[in-house]
């Protein structure tokens, strides 16, 4: 059994066994190796896929360094986004302020590029020195004539989602600084999707072919003028936990405009998320359209995800994603080829969400909010899974443990929403479970 | 398309870094740190820092990168990090029992000036370090140096705690290792051992970032230099160090400390370095360079006779870390090829000047650029402006490669879209064919790939 942190213990559920009040929405423990990152990293995947802005971040070399690129959000635009732009902050500006390199910067950089829009990360630095960042981004903005929008995304000030919030913060700026004429009533924004390996395509794709417009996806292969004008659509349709909610919320509050949330991963949501949105719309052409367009492509993938179903039949995963959402649809789309979740855990769940997770699972699931390596690694043996699906920092791991991996983060290579999605998903967790590699390895923690 | 943002007209930058050539100091430190055995790095600021170098390490690496965080609030940052410090270091003692927790700053703790020395202290007033467990710290501020800055600081800071003087010297000679893959750590315990020369290598990071697989997530793998080898680093009767950026001022502080003696040469990487390695450490073991060793050379000098006229004049681009930059420049001058380009963002006035030493006959002209805006974004427009037959440099250098279609060698950190990096030596003489190996292949593969039907030849 895993070793607990006394702090820690209300984290960790397992089902049957215990009341349920799992504890969430915390600060990590001082000294844990949370999997968890900071605010800055929370504003700046998010904002990232923007793909016509400029990316600035403000602070020493490091947080852009580690943010160049690392995300496959695709463009089919400029690549603007792909670069890294840093003030690199010194020494003496750290003493004296950064406020004239960042101006210089920004000049420098929107008379080179002419972006549509500019974002600057504030890091953890900037908000002790006390630069005055709106300030400097507002007199660039004036003498530039485009939206120059600070982020305020010190890394200390809160958890990834508080930088999720920053970037909604940034981004509804933009909201409503365009006209919006000739937008069609049947139209929505798609929020929370970022283009990984395509994803953004594939779903909007989807919506054309249901009859409903797409003015502009938040932030998936984005584009400043799409944002600014984005008031104009009847729907916000917000996938992902966290990321976009907030956004969604302002603009509801601010123009009325409605949102649902969503989730395009497995044939089950992604069906229920087409058809509730042609619902929205109460067109009986959209709504005939949508049911043929999940009928057609139901009929050509699902047969192909079934064919998995007997070689995966009983097999287990663990689940460890960001958001809590994410953890729903897995559990379901696994459960869809006889696949069982053993253990599940996110980094940034609340209350509903543990709630809804100890709903879905079967009796002696282990839940977990905020985990490290040692519990992932100690519950998964404990639970002899197959396969693990996370993110970057959890690939070794789970190789080490002789245990299959996926990745259903940033560094997903092939697209996994969507029907197509789930059999690429499918494919991929079949190829790593079954590989070869499993009869030489020891497995499980027992020797070969 | 990508990177058809690089414009060929160069302008003096004043305030801009755009695609770097370096990252910041605690990763460097975080580094080091994990080539200690049974080591918990800890980064004390906010969540982000830690989880960006253990992403990056285990991207790179490929194995899973252990590392703890005082994760810092806002709170923190106002009244100081002194009790996120004090209870960080009880809760990793307590649920992840390493032998040592190596802290580290951020530019975030530095800022607010949190005095980690003193803190730690407190810590072991405060009873919160077990009896024979130890606490050992560097400053690491982002805003100075680079990764190189914060991986010298570690190694500093490794001598400050462990490294005594007992008076009675050992017969073992001290190797302090530059930033190298652990399987370059691995080929210098392996030349040493071919020499019968007893050493300690530190920091030492194979058997941990090259651990093999075992059906188990080993926090703290078998390998690292131990604490008892780490005490006697003061007893031994030299110190050579590799790489003068990342080492040098450790050796120093380590003759002052312990009054151990110590010569600091090149990273070992290509011929005249590794020459100079082998030189050096059989003077100071006062031995002769065994057989095995003259005909490793002789198979290197072997390969590179049937290679040179394939290498003969060929323009190079280089960036990177200095010490690797220092060593690779000497080698392609020694292969008859020509670096006209290398750029480092770690500011350092030995390596221009190292530089410049190696190149003053053989390529005057080249274009060398450390420190503030020596960054990829130069390079290419460097490139742009008089083109190159090879780049040398980590995963960042795919984009200019391919934007100009030049073949492209990986080589230095980090690299993101390889794997075996870590596994295959560069230094050493067996390491150096492997680079001419590499280098022969992408030289071969373009000119097959560019010629005319008619020209395309079996034998080349």
């Known amino acids: ?448 | 398309m990508l990177l058809r943002h690089t414009s060929k007209e160069i302008k003096e930058r004043k305030a801009l870094s755009v695609n770097p050539a370096k990252t910041c100091q605690p990763i460097g430190a975080m580094y080091a740190a994990l080539g200690l055995h049974g080591c918990m790095p800890h980064s004390h600021g906010s969540q982000g820092c830690c989880a960006y170098h253990r992403s990056a390490l285990t991207r790179h690496y490929k194995e899973p990168i252990m590392a703890a965080t005082s994760s810092f609030t806002e709170g923190a940052s106002v009244f100081g990090g002194q009790a996120n410090l004090v209870q960080a270091i009880n809760n990793i003692f307590t649920i992840y029992k390493p032998d040592i927790i190596a802290v580290h700053t951020t530019c975030l703790s530095e800022t607010i000036g949190d005095d980690v020395n003193q803190i730690c202290q407190k810590a072991r007033e405060d009873g919160k370090v077990p009896e024979g467990k130890h606490v050992i710290h560097c400053n690491t501020p982002s805003y100075v140096g680079s990764h190189i800055t914060g991986y010298s600081n570690m190694l500093k800071g490794i001598i400050k705690y462990f490294s005594k003087s007992t008076g009675v010297k050992k017969d073992q000679i001290n190797i302090i290792s530059g930033w190298v893959e652990p399987s370059d750590m691995r080929e210098i315990k392996r030349i040493a051992g071919q020499m019968g020369i007893k050493i300690v290598l530190f920091p030492d990071t194979s058997d941990i970032l090259d651990a093999p697989q075992t059906g188990v997530h080993a926090f703290y793998p078998k390998g690292g230099t131990t604490i008892p080898e780490l005490i006697s680093t003061g007893d031994s009767k030299f110190s050579l160090a590799l790489g003068k950026l990342a080492t040098d001022a450790a050796a120093k502080d380590l003759d002052s400390k312990c009054k151990v003696k110590f010569k600091t040469v090149d990273l070992p990487i290509g011929l005249s370095a590794t020459d100079r390695f082998i030189v050096a450490l059989s003077n100071v073991a006062d031995i002769d360079v065994p057989e095995c060793i003259t005909e490793e050379r002789g198979r290197l000098v072997d390969i590179i006779t049937d290679m040179q006229q394939y290498f003969y004049n060929k323009r190079v681009a280089l960036f990177g870390d200095p010490d690797h930059l220092v060593a690779l420049t000497e080698l392609l001058v020694d292969l008859d090829m020509r670096p006209v380009y290398i750029i480092t963002g770690t500011s350092g006035k030995a390596f221009n000047k190292r530089i410049e030493e190696i190149l003053s006959d053989t390529v005057p002209d080249a274009k060398i650029k450390s420190g503030a805006n020596a960054d990829l974004f130069l390079l290419h427009q460097w490139i742009k402006n008089e083109p190159v037959d090879l780049i040398i440099g980590n995963s960042y250098g795919k984009h200019i490669a391919r934007d100009e279609d030049i073949p492209f060698l990986r080589m230095g950190f980090p690299i993101l879209d390889r794997i075996g990096h870590s596994y295959f030596p560069i230094v050493g003489y067996s390491g150096a064919m492997r680079i001419l190996e590499k280098i022969l292949s992408l030289l071969m593969d373009r000119q097959d790939r560019d010629a005319s039907e008619e020209s395309f030849e079996l034998v080349m």
């Open chain 1, 1 to 448: 059994m895993a070793e607990i942190l006394t702090q820690r213990e209300k984290q960790i559920f397992r089902k049957g066994t215990e009341c349920f009040d799992m504890s969430c929405e915390k600060k990590s423990a001082a000294g844990s190796v949370s999997q968890r990152a900071c605010v800055f990293c929370g504003s700046r995947v998010v904002l990232y896929p923007i793909v016509d802005a400029l990316h600035l971040v403000h602070g020493p070399i490091g947080c852009a360094s580690y943010t160049w690129d690392i995300r496959g959000a695709l463009s089919s635009g400029r690549q603007l986004y792909r670069m890294s732009f840093s003030t690199d902050l010194q020494e003496e500006d750290v003493v004296f302020g950064g406020e004239k390199k960042l101006y210089r910067s920004l000049i420098e950089l929107i008379d080179r590029y002419k972006p549509k829009s500019a974002f600057v990360y504030a890091t953890c630095i900037v908000g002790i020195i006390g630069d005055d960042v709106d300030a400097v981004c507002e007199r660039v903005s004036k003498e530039k004539g485009i939206p120059v929008l600070p982020v305020h995304s010190e890394g200390f000030k809160g958890t990834k989602k508080d930088g999720y919030k920053a970037a909604c913060v940034a981004l509804f700026k933009l909201v409503g600084t365009a006209g919006i004429g000739g937008i069609e009533k049947n139209s929505i924004n798609i929020l929370g999707d970022f283009n990984i390996a395509g994803e953004t395509w594939m779903i909007r794709d989807y919506y054309n072919r249901m009859g409903v417009e797409v003015v502009s996806t938040i932030t998936g292969d984005g584009r400043t003028d799409d944002i600014c004008r984005s008031h104009g659509a009847s729907l916000n349709v917000v996938q992902c936990s966290g990321s976009m909610l907030y956004l969604a919320k302002m603009m509801k509050e601010k123009y009325d405009i409605p949102f649902m949330r969503v989730s395009y991963f497995g044939v089950e949501d992604t069906s229920e998320a087409l058809l509730k949105v042609a619902e929205f719309f109460k067109d009986t052409g959209i709504i005939a359209k949508t049911k043929e367009l999940i009928r057609e492509e139901t009929e050509i993938y699902l047969p192909e995800i079934l064919k998995y179903r007997d070689k995966l039949r009983g097999k287990k995963a663990t689940v460890y994603v960001g958001g809590a959402f994410k953890a729903f649809s897995l559990i379901k789309a696994l459960d869809m080829v006889g696949m069982s979740v053993s253990v599940v855990g996110s980094q940034t769940g609340n209350q509903d969400d543990y709630a809804r997770l100890r709903e879905m699972c079967d009796e002696g699931t282990i839940i977990l909010d905020d985990s490290n390596p040692v519990e992932l690694a100690n519950f998964s043996l404990e639970k002899k899974v197959d396969i693990f699906i996370g993110g970057v920092k959890e690939r070794p791991m789970a190789y080490k443990l002789g245990i299959g991996f996926c990745d259903h983060n940033h560094q997903r290579k092939e697209a996994l929403t969507g029907y197509k999605g789930m059999l690429n998903f499918i494919k991929e967790v079949h190829s790593s479970l079954m590989s070869p590699v499993w009869r030489f390895t020891s497995r499980n923690g027992n020797a070969l």
